[in-house]
């Protein structure tokens, strides 16, 4: 893997926890979970980070001059909408509101970008093209279409505001700059603490696992992890608009490749999963009530029921039990 890696690394710790768990009676025995010391992972926010990141909202929420009195050119960023027409219906995928485009970027088949050089904000134009034969919609491939634009405006330069407490109210829910940096840094220092948290317990999941003698890993167990990790990429190159080949290539990998790093990432999830089942049983850990309800509020649900009205109730329940014995184990070790 050359590129996305953290996204790669979250989707799969969402996994490894959310697919379910069966019991590791008779596979696991346990080595020393508790009393180990291991490198504490800092975690500071300093002053230039909290600027940092004001700056880019400052930028994010900029209004842009908009442009109305020219003919779009190359180079310029237009704001449209558009609906393609496939034998005049329209195709799924083909249609957007207020999109942005910058002429010229290749974002789109060619000739779509070409065919707005010339139009004036506020006209419509009727843009017939052809898909490439290789295109990865297959019901595409090669079809004539045809898109109905409209370019609302091109994109000017940003008018940057003063980071006042005018643009705070406006742009947060506080009222002043003072409130805000401090919010920030709250928010900040709460995310690093998070990482660093996990960080310890990846370090720590890793030291148990060594110490831990496995028997035969349940067969099934590893075809159903192995078929989740699968299936979420499969998910996430359809949702970018592409295939599962097209996506390894861009990550650097080739479907070889992939399945080799499955198997062992199935590997790993499910002695993962067995380990944190046998900790649960040898400390008696179970869930409670308070467990439930505790979960629900951080989470943003109003109570434990509302969790249950769109997720699977055991499923649920096994990502609970499993976050209270990570926490045990973050409580019964050291991080010095």
Partial sequence: MKKHKTVWALCLAALLVMTGCNSGEG??????????????????????????????????????????????A??????????????????????A???SLTI????????????????????????????????????????????EVTVHYIKGEKIIPEFDDAWVAENSLYTTTEEYRAGLRASMEQELRYDAEQSQLSTLL?????????????????????????????????????DLATYLAYNGMTEADFYDWLDGIAEEAVKNELVLEAIAKAE????????????????????????????????????????????FLLENNTFA
Avoid at 208 to 235: C, D, M, V, W
Avoid at 293 to 306: F, K, M, P, V
């Fill in 27 to 72: 596979v696991v025995t346990l080595g020393e979970y508790k009393g180990h010391t291991l490198d504490k992972v800092p975690y500071e926010v300093h002053e230039h980070e909290i600027d940092d990141y004001i700056e880019q909202m400052i930028l994010y929420t900029a209004p842009v001059v908009e442009i109305t009195d020219r003919a779009v």
């Fill in 284 to 327: 008696g850990l179970t869930l409670t009530d308070e467990d439930r309800e505790s979960y629900a509020t951080r989470y943003g649900y109003n109570d434990y029921a509302h969790v249950l009205e769109n997720n699977d109730a055991e499923m649920v329940e096994e990502f609970i039990l499993a976050e209270k014995v990570e926490q």
């Fill in 206 to 242: 890793d030291r148990i696992i060594e110490n831990t003698t496995f028997g035969k890993l349940p067969k099934e167990q590893l075809e159903k992890r192995a078929r989740s990790i699968k299936q979420y990429h499969e998910n996430y190159a359809a949702m970018m608009g592409t």
């Fill in 104 to 147: 010229g970027s290749g974002q789109f088949i060619p000739g779509f970008e070409e065919g707005l050089v010339g139009v004036m904000p506020g006209e419509s134009v009727d843009i017939p093209l052809t898909f490439p034969e290789e295109y990865h919609a297959e019901e595409l491939a090669g079809q004539a279409v045809v898109f």
């Fill in 74 to 95: 190359e180079g310029d960023t237009v704001v449209i909408d558009y609906r393609g027409l496939l034998d005049g219906e329209a195709f799924e995928g083909g249609t």
């Fill in 97 to 99: 509101e207020g999109a």
